[in-house]
Nanobody
C-alpha cells in the first residue's frame, strides 16, 4: 500500500520560511519523480516543483529563486524549502510520486495535502 505523508505546513507571515516534508512508503522511492503541487481555494492544482529520479529539478516561474526541492533516497523523503513566502503562496500543498516507464504501467500517487497559509 502506497502512502505519501506530508508535514511541515502551517501559518507564517509574509517573508517567512517553511520546510515541507513528504515521507513515502510502499514504492521504490529512488525510481520515482517526486513533486510538490499547490491548490489555492477555487483554483486548479498547479505544479510548484519537481525533482527527477536523477536529481534534476524544475520549478514554477512564480517560485524560482525562493523555493528549493530536494530528496533523500535513503530516507524515502522529499523536501520543499520555501523562503521569502508571499500571500499568493497560500494553498494546500500536495506531494506527488510519478513513475512513467518506457515499458509498463504509469504509476501516479498523491498525498493528502498540507495547508500553508501566508499572512500579509
Amino acid at each position: 500500500q502506497v502512502q505519501l505523508v506530508e508535514s511541515g505546513g502551517g501559518w507564517v507571515q509574509a517573508g517567512g520560511s517553511l520546510r515541507l516534508s513528504c515521507a513515502a512508503s510502499g514504492i521504490t522511492f529512488s525510481r520515482y519523480e517526486m513533486g510538490w503541487y499547490r491548490q489555492a481555494p477555487g483554483k486548479q492544482r498547479d505544479m510548484v516543483a519537481v525533482i527527477s529520479s536523477s536529481g534534476s529539478t524544475n520549478y514554477a516561474d512564480s517560485v524560482k529563486g525562493r523555493f528549493t526541492i530536494s530528496r533523500d533516497n535513503a530516507k524515502n523523503t522529499v523536501f520543499l524549502q520555501m523562503n521569502s513566502l508571499k500571500p499568493e503562496d497560500t494553498g494546500v500543498y500536495f506531494c506527488n510520486a510519478l513513475l512513467q516507464p518506457v515499458l509498463g504501467r504509469r504509476s501516479n500517487y498523491w498525498g493528502q495535502g498540507t495547508q500553508v497559509t501566508v499572512a500579509s
